[in-house]
Every structure is written in C-alpha cells, then in structure tokens.
C-alpha cells in the first residue's frame, strides 16, 4: 500500500483552499504534455473530476503501470481534487486492456465514494481530454473551449499522484517515463527531474547512434537534436527509431516542405476532414478546407483560418487519414503560431455531431501498423529504483505561464525538494524544487544545474 500520511498530515482533513496551496508549493503541473499549473485548475469549481489514464500514443506504457503500482495513490489524489474543486463525482478513464490498473483500482470503487471505473474503447485519440470526456460522459467541449466550460476537470495519472505526494508534504522532483522503441532495454524508469536524456538512455542500454530519438510520443512527440536536453516535469516518452523509419522522416520535414506538398498534391478528399477526431464531435475544424485556403491564399473566411487554433495536434490527419502523405497537422501548427502572434482567438460556435463519429476513431492496433511500429511493441517494466544521475539541469520553464524565477546563486548547498525557482509575483506559473543533494554549479536565464558534492564551473 502507498503511504501518503507523511510527516503526521491526514490529506482527508485539509481544506480546500489549503489543497491548492499545497499543490502550488510541491510545483505541480499537468505531466500529460501542457504542463498547466494545477493549483489553478484545483482552484476552480467544478461537478466532474476525470483520471485521464488513456494513455493512447502507441508503445508509451507509463500511466497504466503507475495506476497498477500506485492505486491508493492516485484515487488519493482524485478525492483530493473533487475535494478542492467541489465536484461530486470522479471518474477514472481507461482502457480495457490495463487489466492490472483496473485491477488495482477497483477495490478502491465504492458504493459511497461516488467514483467508478470508465472502460473507453482503444482508439486513438482516446487521451485528448475532449475526446476522454465525450467518450466518458457524452458532453463536448465547445470548440476553442476548455472542460471547465463544461464543468469537468481532466488531469492525468502522474499530475494526481503528484497531487496526493503534494498534500502530504512531498514537491515534484521526479518524473516517470517509458523508454522504448528500437532501444536495447525497454523500461518504464523514474528519474529525478533535470536528468537528460542522454543518461536515460544509458538506462535503456545506451546510445544507438543509428537511431533517431523522439521526446513523447510516436503521434505527438518531437525529433531530439540534443541528447543534453533535460527531463522535464512533462517529458511524456523517450523513443528511439531507425533513421530511415518513415516516421522520423516525416517529422524531419521543414515547414516549407509540408506547404510545398500541400501545395502540389492535395486532392481535396477530405478524408483529413471526416476522421479529424474535433471534427467528428462537432467543431467547425476542417483540416482539408484550411489546406485549400492556405494553398489558394485564400483566407477570406476568418472563422475557418481560426479554427485551426481548435486543432488538438493529434496528428490523425497526416499519420493516418491523408493518402498521399500531405500533414494538416503541420499547416495547422504553422497556422496557429501565425493567428495567436496576432492574439487572434477562435469564436465558433459548436455544431453536430457526425452521425458516424464513433465509427470513425481510429483502433490503436491499425494505428499501430500503420505508423510501421509493430515491430516495436514492447513491454518496458516500470523499474521501482529512482536514478541517481551526477548532475540535473532544472529549467525554469516547464510549464504555461512565466518562468520560475531563482532564489538560489552558484555555490549553494542544496536539498532534494529544496525551493530554487519561486513563481513571478501575480504571475501564471509553477514553482520549481532542487530534484538532487548537491551545489548549484551553472546558472542560466533558462536554467539551474545542480551537481551531486559539485563546485562552480
Ligand atoms: S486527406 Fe490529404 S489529400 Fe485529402 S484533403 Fe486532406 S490533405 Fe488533401
Ligand atoms: S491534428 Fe489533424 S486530425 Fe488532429 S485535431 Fe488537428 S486537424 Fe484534426
């Protein structure tokens, strides 16, 4: 069993209010991919609180095995989060194949503790907190919108044991990952958090110098130029890929040649369109029309050119639904930078839903084959030791919002879980926290490095 009663404190016998602050001091952030402060979503009211343990990028195997290792944990912190946000009701979203997480979790489902167990079918993107929460509840987030518009509020398996750790006293100075893909061990690892991923692939047997690496995952990860770059409090994956695998090709393309693909071949299908997991629920997103307006220069309807801001980035469009290899997603990302540079925002309304919308979800498994990633679906055990790297690199952005800012200098001494980047006054952020004992030996604008005993460089 986990024990969250540390140092004396009941989490059940705290308010509230004392359940944010709790939160904002451990530095607790969405570990899904965003990164948003949860003391602020924990701030808001709220009737639903939802466990995103989806978890449905191909080959990534993190939350399912936390939410079999740490059941107490996580339904601590889903009790905790009804608690601070009022709701009445949790649920715990996942698939039926987490055979042992639902096994975990069910002895925790009472009669009185109004949670319950929600089995989504395996599909992807089944982890998109808007296709979670219409797959869970029936209710659709207005386009452009966030679950609270609705009255939910979705947080992930690692952010709600982070959540239940951050009650009992404990800030976020790890994070768990799966290592896989082409890599020589697969394993799902815990590092402290600032460990690069350089040395989290040594856990996985070393570097390949014939493999190209993402960070997340295979739809929505990004290419690595720089195995120094640091664990993050959000990193979802690290996954190591043939250079040559179509994948990494794709993802390698420049921006100028996906417009130029674009350009070239785009037929106008629409198959972009019809299996765009928002399009399907009811908004106005229609990659293949952006496609033609960008083609044609023609951006005459502003409403269609915003919508590209309601794009989820879930890659179905170019991974899967267009056949002559064009990437919606790409043009939409490129869009998206361009609209809010203007602090242009999306005012659409929500329309129907496609009569075949749950005929149109992709099944992982064909997803699977057909990102040519079958031949890399492993286990990765989640290893029970936490790492111990000599040095870790804290940056002080690992979040939305402002950057942490210091308040330690080069040369100090500091502890595991010490405070070293405080939140900006009256600023959206996170704090961040020291994730090994040793002396802080470099300091950037961006980042603070801490080395085990250590002197300054
Ligand atoms: S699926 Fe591809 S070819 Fe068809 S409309 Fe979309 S981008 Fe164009
Ligand atoms: S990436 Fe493509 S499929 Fe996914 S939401 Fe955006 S437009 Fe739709």
């Known amino acids: 069993m986990d024990d969250v009663y540390i140092n004396g404190i009941n989490p059940d016998q705290i308010s509230a209010d004392q359940i944010s602050k709790d939160v904002q001091n451990a530095g607790v952030v969405g570990a899904g991919g965003a990164g948003f402060p949860t003391h ?29 290792r740490h059941p107490e944990l996580l339904v601590k912190g889903l009790t905790l989060a009804m608690k601070a946000t009022g709701a009445q009701k949790g649920i715990i979203a996942l698939k039926a194949k987490y055979k042992d997480a639902i096994a975990a979790l069910e002895p925790y489902i009472t009669n009185t503790n109004n949670l319950e167990i929600a089995i989504m079918p395996d599909i992807y993107p089944a982890g998109d907190e808007v296709i979670t929460i219409w797959l869970t509840t029936g209710r659709r987030v207005p386009p452009g919108g966030i679950p609270l518009n ?57 570097i390949d110098q014939d493999l190209t690496y993402l960070s997340g995952g295979p739809m929505m990860g990004t290419l690595i130029t720089d195995l120094s770059t640091p664990v993050t409090k959000t990193t979802g994956g690290l996954i190591g890929l043939p250079k040559d695998h179509p994948l990494i090709k794709r993802k390698s393309m420049t921006v100028e040649t996906v417009l130029r693909i674009a350009k070239t071949v785009c037929e106008q299908c629409s198959f972009c369109t019809e299996l765009c997991p928002r399009h399907i629920i009811g908004h106005e997103l229609s990659p293949h029309r952006l496609i033609r307006a960008v083609n044609y ?36 990302i490129a869009l998206k930078a361009e609209l809010r540079a203007k602090g242009i925002k999306y005012q659409g309304e929500l ?51 402002a950057p942490a800012v210091p308040i330690i200098k080069v040369g100090d001494i500091v502890q595991v879980g010490q405070l070293v980047g405080e939140i900006p006054t009256g600023a959206l952020g996170a704090k961040v926290h020291a994730s090994i004992d040793g002396t802080v030996i470099q300091m950037t604008p961006q980042t603070i490095t801490i080395r085990k005993g250590g002197a300054a460089k």
């Open 150 to 206: 609705i009255g939910v509020v979705v947080n992930n398996v690692q952010t709600l044991i982070n959540v239940a750790k951050a009650v009992a006293g404990t800030p976020v100075t790890t994070r768990t990952l799966t290592v896989t893909g082409a890599v020589k061990v697969p394993k799902t690892v815990t590092v402290p958090i600032g460990t690069s991923l350089r040395d989290v692939l040594e856990l996985a047997g070393g």
């Open 40 to 68: 602020v979503k924990l701030s808001a009211k709220a009737e639903l609180v939802i466990v995103n343990a989806a978890e449905c990028e191909p080959l990534l195997k993190t939350d399912q095995q936390l939410a079999a």
């Open 351 to 401: 329309g129907k839903v496609d009569p075949m919308a749950k005929h149109r979800l992709i099944p992982s498994s064909r997803l699977m084959d057909r990102l040519r990633l079958r031949p890399w679906y492993k286990e990765a055990p989640l290893s029970l030791d936490v790492y111990q790297p000599e040095e870790v690199t804290l940056k002080l952005q690992q979040h939305i919002g």
């Open 297 to 332: 220069k023609n951006m005459g309807d502003p409403l269609l050119v915003t919508s590209a801001l309601t794009c989820s980035e879930c890659g179905v469009c170019e991974a899967y639904a267009c056949p002559v290899g064009i990437s919606p997603l790409r043009v939409n």
